[in-house]
């Protein structure tokens, strides 16, 4: 079993700062890919940032020189540094993480259960 949990989530004003953390437990053999995607009510879940195990990272056009995604490989955990925030930055914010477990052959993905993000104008 692998569970991801995030937190960090709330309720901010236009321009303000937030921090998103993820941490992974269970059986983990290895994490290749951690990564954080967000659904706003209406629209499609989307990739923000996305961040290998050896630091290559990718995000999306709409959050380049705001948000900075950082992952510390000996605890399983990832951050989301959310800087600049805007009105449409307000989603569900959830961690993402193609992890490989102790007892399967291939790696699958997991997914944490979301926190929300409000930015407020």
Same mark, same amino acid.
């Given at each position: 079993?692998?569970?991801?949990?995030?937190?960090?989530?709330?309720?901010?004003?236009?321009?303000?700062?937030?921090?998103?953390?993820?941490?992974?437990?269970?059986?983990?053999?290895?994490?290749?890919?951690?990564g954080?995607?967000?659904?706003?009510?209406?629209? +499609?879940? +989307?990739?923000?940032?996305?961040?290998?195990?050896?630091?290559n990272?990718?995000?999306?056009?709409?959050?380049?020189?705001?948000?900075?995604?950082?992952r510390?490989?000996?605890?399983?955990?990832?951050?989301?540094?959310?800087?600049?925030?805007?009105? +449409?930055?307000?989603?569900?914010?959830?961690?993402?993480?193609?992890?490989?477990?102790?007892?399967?052959?291939?790696?699958?993905?997991?997914?944490?259960?979301?926190?929300?993000?409000?930015?407020?104008?």
């Open positions: 079993q692998v569970q991801l949990v995030e937190s960090g989530g709330g309720l901010v004003q236009d321009g303000g700062s937030l921090r998103l953390s993820c941490a992974a437990s269970g059986s983990i053999f290895n994490i290749y890919v951690m954080w995607y967000r659904q706003a009510p209406g629209k +499609e879940r +989307e990739l923000v940032a996305q961040i290998s195990s050896i630091g990272t990718i995000y999306a056009d709409s959050v380049k020189g705001r948000f900075t995604v950082s510390d490989i000996s605890k399983n955990t990832m951050a989301l540094q959310m800087n600049s925030l805007k009105p +449409e930055d307000t989603a569900v914010y959830y961690c993402n993480g193609l992890i490989k477990t102790d007892y399967a052959t291939n790696a699958q993905t997991y997914w944490g259960q979301g926190t929300q993000v409000t930015v407020s104008s």
